[in-house]
């Protein structure tokens, strides 16, 4: 059982401890709050973990020359290719949600902001703490 106020990373190190992939979360009066996998934290930090029978979405919808919608699961490679920027992935990281966790240190919300090289990238829209819709725009 883990408080909810438990950081993702702290939760990851301790369960990969434990060797568990599921854990119990409490709310501040001990009462339950829900469960957590593995693999949803894994996902918190790296982006949607995609399985065969997945079905595969469009990565993002351009808004015009210089911005794009999107979500957390976009590769850094595909933001580089669109922006010509060179952002590096992480050494645990590979897609939009776990540079978003680095940067914010923290699962991203709603009107969370963040300039990195010459884009801004903008949180629009959360659901149950992943970013669904994601504003990515040239800084001019």
């Not at 595909?78 to 939009?96: A, H, Q, V």
Request: charged share 40%.
């Amino acid at each position: 059982m883990f408080h909810k106020k438990k950081s993702v990373s702290d939760l990851l190190k301790e369960m990969q401890g434990r060797q568990t992939h599921m854990a119990i979360v409490m709310d501040e009066f001990g009462g339950v709050e829900g469960c957590v996998t593995l693999e949803d934290l894994l996902e918190e930090i790296v982006g949607e973990i995609r399985d065969e029978k997945d079905k595969v979405q469009q990565v993002f919808q351009s808004e015009g020359n210089d911005a794009i919608l999107t979500n957390g699961d976009i590769e850094i490679d595909k933001i580089n290719e669109i922006f010509k920027t060179n952002i590096p992935e992480g050494d645990d990281y590979s897609r939009l949600n776990g540079l978003l966790h680095k940067k914010l240190r923290d699962i991203p919300k709603e009107g969370d902001k963040v300039e990195i090289e010459s884009i801004r990238i903008m949180v629009e829209k959360v659901e149950k703490n992943k970013p669904k819709k994601i504003r990515i725009e040239k800084i001019k």
